[in-house]
């Protein structure tokens, strides 16, 4: 089900990708909540989680791989990290994947 709405937030155009890019829409304000893949480097990881606790944006430390977050997304090239903006059932999603770490 999670992948069913992830696909649908990516349709809209709610998703974007990349450690960069999600760095800057944390940056931003735009970012209501980051998946961080579980094959992240030790670096992505600490750069991601220290950027989404300085500006308290939930951040979703996934059971996904990176290849498989990617394929959820419909990427061709793995995928580390994906900022949720806001666009799209992006609720279900944070909802989901709530109940999946309780």
């Known amino acids: 089900m999670t992948a069913n709405l992830i696909g649908l937030c990516r349709a809209a155009g ?9 760095l800057d829409e944390v940056r931003h304000g735009r970012a209501k909540f980051v998946l961080l893949a579980s094959d992240a480097s030790d670096r992505t990881r600490k750069q991601i989680t220290d950027k989404c606790n300085f500006y ?14 990617a394929d959820m997304l419909g990427k ?4 580390v ?6 666009k799209g059932p992006w609720k279900g999603v944070c909802q989901a994947l709530d109940g999946q770490t309780a």
């Open 14 to 22: 709610g998703i974007t990708m990349g450690t960069d890019a999600v």
């Open 56 to 69: 308290h944006v939930k951040l979703f430390d996934s059971t996904y791989t990176s290849a498989a977050l």
């Open 76 to 79: 061709r090239s793995c995928c």
């Open 81 to 86: 990290a994906a900022a949720f903006t806001g």
